[in-house]
């Protein structure tokens, strides 16, 4: 095995853990804070509480909540001069990826200047970050946990990935309660994006034993736990769905991803679809591309989707493939990618664009931009 | 659930990742550090491995090796004094357990000031430690990722137990090369206490999906490596015990251990014996003991040791901890605590001792030093 490495935050996880923010951020040196949210999180009353929590035990919030689904670049310079304005010493994140992402950018920015694009790619960030404290709304970016930032560059229209060590927060405070007031198709497609990168976190060339057996544990989760989380809104089964995401974070964060995500960011700068509604679309088309660079990994996912069988590895990939694909279409949602895009004229060009995402290297089988083409052509 | 914690520190992990020593130490703002190691360690030339290194990279080294396996309050105090006179603001831990213990000890008493005895239990630290870079020449303790530190109290001849998670360093550099010039006694002992923790920490009170899939992780790894590790020193193998040794502190120093610990600190501090090798004879004992509180548990221990079969939960935790006593017996050490102790006498004491360790409050069955008493007796 190579030198690998296994960085992850302080976690802090279970029901009301959201109640320990104040003192993480007091361990943290806090006197200012600044909060990044958006306007979903203060509708269903969350940053109230975190406002009504942070003022009782005399912390100073300034609050920023200019953040898209799909964060933007001119949203997180914005956001770096409130901090700057407001004296804050300490960044809290709160809410799905979006507003997570639009932390860790406003986060670079407010110690290493400049414009976040000078940061696309892996290892861009010189100085340390200010500290950092963010609390998921969601169970599937996993952004809490990684040394992942997404941010939309305008004016090419791609989704940046940026990575680096210095992404990953000191603490994640994990709260299963905030995802009772979810829509339905915000668990599934957090839920199917978790999954996503719970299994290409797996199959990653950069995967060592610390980061497979988190990403076994979040597919396993997900799997059993995503029909009833759905049909009854069962606490149980979102909090085993906020364990998984929170696995898969610390598989991704540290394995990498692969296409399917360099894909879906080309997608999401292009059409701005949300991010976790491409992958029930793309991931059964890739998992059947991939399967001959990792068969027998493929072979373990399938006996995962479909239970102990005795059986060869090409038979137990190929039929978890397939099972995955018939689960998918259960949920209700798109399965292919003419449901979710105006036409297919710009398919070239997305696939050109995700070649160099940073997410393509760690995938298990090498690619041009005609493979990708092909797996889009399948997928349509 | 309950709100569980899960921390650990950045891991680099991999044959040769010794090399990143002194970029690790920069990245802390190290100019001077404090190294601290035995004899042993000096013999096997990685004491001049890592002097050089530090040298090529103009950090100035002061050195601490009076260290015995079972390190004593007096040389924690001792490192501290040099700690200080030499300057030091970044303390590097090579060894088995004792020399990192031996330093996470020195840097309590640098950063803290007191007697390391004022620090036993949980949560007692109250300011923060200097950077601490740890390098494990073992594949068992598992004190270079754990908030475990143990000390031994040479006046009550008792080794302390002091959790804080200010003992986990900032990082942990895994080199399974360091382990290729270990007896085949180190290598057993280390192992076995691998394995304990993981088994313990698997049936802890506070474990959680986080720290069990690490558990069970170990678990596979050292049943399906020692043999190998021990009659071949084939290289992956011992890379495997690493990895398993890794795993296991991620999920001990987390979920906290069992009664096997508290009596084998007890049984530590009074006679010397090398901690890993009380393993093999308590805790096919304890398992047992355990068993009633934790059936379902154990019988996935069960039926990782005896691979999958269709049996109640009984029968495979029954004939699991038979397997596993089998196993033990296979691998030549002690499997009776009349082996180890020079009389029975001291039992009763050293069941008395054990009640207060840290450890028995995680364990799954509550017990008084009668209970413990009986294991002893069963195990003697």
């Known amino acids: 095995m190579f030198i690998t490495k296994f960085a992850i935050p302080e976690v802090i996880f279970g029901k009301g853990a959201i109640k320990y923010l104040s003192q993480c951020a007091g361990r943290l040196g806090a006197q200012r804070v600044l909060l990044v949210s958006d306007p979903g999180l203060e509708n269903a009353g969350w940053v109230d509480v975190i406002k009504d929590q942070l003022k009782e035990n005399a912390l100073h919030c300034a609050y920023f909540s200019e953040v898209n689904s799909n964060p933007r670049d001119w949203q997180v310079h914005k956001g770096a001069n409130l901090y ?14 979006s507003p997570i992402d639009t932390a860790k950018g406003i986060a670079v920015i407010a110690s290493n200047g400049g ?8 290892n861009k960030i010189m100085r340390p970050l200010p500290p950092m404290i963010f609390i998921p709304s969601t169970a ?3 952004s809490d946990v990684t040394q992942f930032c997404i941010v939309t560059d305008m004016e090419r229209q791609v989704k940046m990935t940026i990575i680096s060590r210095s992404l990953v927060p000191n603490i994640s405070i994990i709260d299963p309660n905030l995802l009772v007031t979810k829509t339905r198709e915000l668990i599934v497609a957090s839920a199917i994006d978790a999954l996503a990168h719970a299994i290409e976190s797996f199959l990653s060339k950069l995967a060592s034993p610390f980061t497979e057996s988190q990403a076994l544990l979040a597919i396993s989760l997900i799997l059993e736990n995503l029909q009833s ?3 009854t809104r069962d606490p149980d089964a979102l909090e085993k769905l906020s364990i998984a995401s929170t696995a898969a974070g610390m598989s991704f964060s540290n394995a990498g991803l692969g296409i399917g995500h360099s894909l879906a960011h080309s997608l999401g700068g292009r059409y701005d679809v949300l991010h976790g509604l491409v992958h ?4 059964p088309v890739i998992m059947k591309f991939n399967t001959v660079a990792c068969r027998s990994k493929m072979a ?3 006996g995962k989707i479909l239970g102990p069988r005795f059986c060869s590895d090409d038979i137990l990939a190929e039929q978890g493939i397939a099972e995955l694909q018939r689960l998918f279409q259960g949920f209700g949602v798109a399965t292919r990618l003419r449901d ?3 036409d297919d004229r710009g398919l070239e060009h997305i696939c050109k664009m995700a070649v160099p995402d940073a997410c393509t290297v760690t995938n298990p089988r090498p690619v041009d931009w005609t493979d990708l083409l092909g797996i889009c052509e399948a997928a349509w």
């Open 84 to 97: 700057k304005e407001s004296g804050a010493d300490v960044i809290i994140g709160l809410g799905g990826g």
């Open 115 to 122: 414009r976040i694009n000078d940061f696309e790619g892996a």
């Open 140 to 142: 599937g970016s996993g």
């Open 229 to 231: 989380a759905l049909e």
């Open 280 to 283: 029930p679309i793309l991931l």
């Open 300 to 302: 373990v996912i399938g």
């Open 340 to 342: 979710i895009l105006p």
